[in-house]
């Protein structure tokens, strides 16, 4: 059974940092796509940032330039550097992969608040 287990969200203040970090368990990561995902408040689901299984990276347009999502394989985890933290950031954080074949698997998600 594969379990993600997310981690690092918290409350911060704009323009703060935060990482997260998703440890993978019940299956390697190695050959996936692997992306974070953000669900706001009263706001649907989307991808913020996704990493293949060769390194590229790609991130929405609401987060470019200020998210840097990586992994590491050997430790089966992924991880979401978040630098600049606006208020609309404020959501809950989860990781999975980014072909959706992990639907059943969803973690419980990394609380992240950006207030003054």
């Known amino acids: 059974q594969v379990q993600l287990v997310e981690s690092g969200g918290g409350l911060v203040q704009p323009g703060g940092s935060l990482r997260l970090s998703c440890a993978v368990s019940?299956?390697?990561?190695?050959?996936?796509?692997m992306g974070w995902y953000r669900q706001g408040p009263g706001k649907q689901r989307e991808l913020v940032a996704g990493i293949t299984s060769l390194g590229s990276r790609n991130y929405a347009d609401s987060v470019k330039g200020r998210f840097t999502i990586s992994r590491d394989n050997a430790k089966k985890t992924v991880y979401l550097q978040m630098n600049s933290l606006k208020p609309e950031d404020t959501a809950v954080y989860y990781c999975?992969?980014?072909?959706?074949?992990?639907?059943?698997?969803w973690g419980q998600g990394t609380q992240v608040t950006v207030s003054s």
């Open positions: 019940g299956s390697t990561i190695t050959i996936y796509g």
């Open positions: 999975n992969r980014i072909d959706g074949r992990w639907g059943d698997y």
